[in-house]
Nanobody, 121 residues
Framework: QVQLVESGGGLVQAGGSLRLSCVALGSIFRVNGMGWYRQAPGKQRELVAVIFSDGSTKYADSVKGRFTITRDNAKKTVDVQMDSLKPEDTAVYYC???????????????WGQGTQVTVSS
């Protein structure tokens, strides 16, 4: 089994910062993309940021310049530093990872349980 365990999140005032962390646990041969998505009430889940095993990154336009995603390949962790937070960043944030569980197996996507981020105005 593969489990993504998230930490961080909480309540912060607009302009403040938060850091979310996620670790991939279990039987894992290799991890490709690791990232963060978010879902606000009444809205679809959307990509926040993703980082690939080669270090390349992709950000949603709404968070560029404010959020920074990093990863530790050896520890199978991915973090996102969120600065200059806005009320519209309020959502449940989910960690996601593309994992291969053994040599020759298919890539599969996994999700964390979600962590709430609330930004007050």
């Amino acid at each position: 089994q593969v489990q993504l365990v998230e930490s961080g999140g909480g309540l912060v005032q607009a302009g403040g910062s938060l850091r979310l962390s996620c670790v991939a646990l279990g039987s894992i041969f290799r991890v490709n993309g690791m990232g963060w998505y978010r879902q606000a009430p009444g809205k679809q889940r959307e990509l926040v940021a993703v980082i690939f095993s080669d270090g390349s990154t992709k950000y949603a336009d709404s968070v560029k310049g404010r959020f920074t995603i990093t990863r530790d390949n050896a520890k199978k962790t991915v973090d996102v530093q969120m600065d200059s937070l806005k009320p519209e960043d309020t959502a449940v944030y989910y960690c996601n990872a593309e994992v291969r569980r053994s040599f020759g197996s298919n890539w599969s996507g996994y999700w964390g349980q979600g962590t709430q981020v609330t930004v007050s105005s």
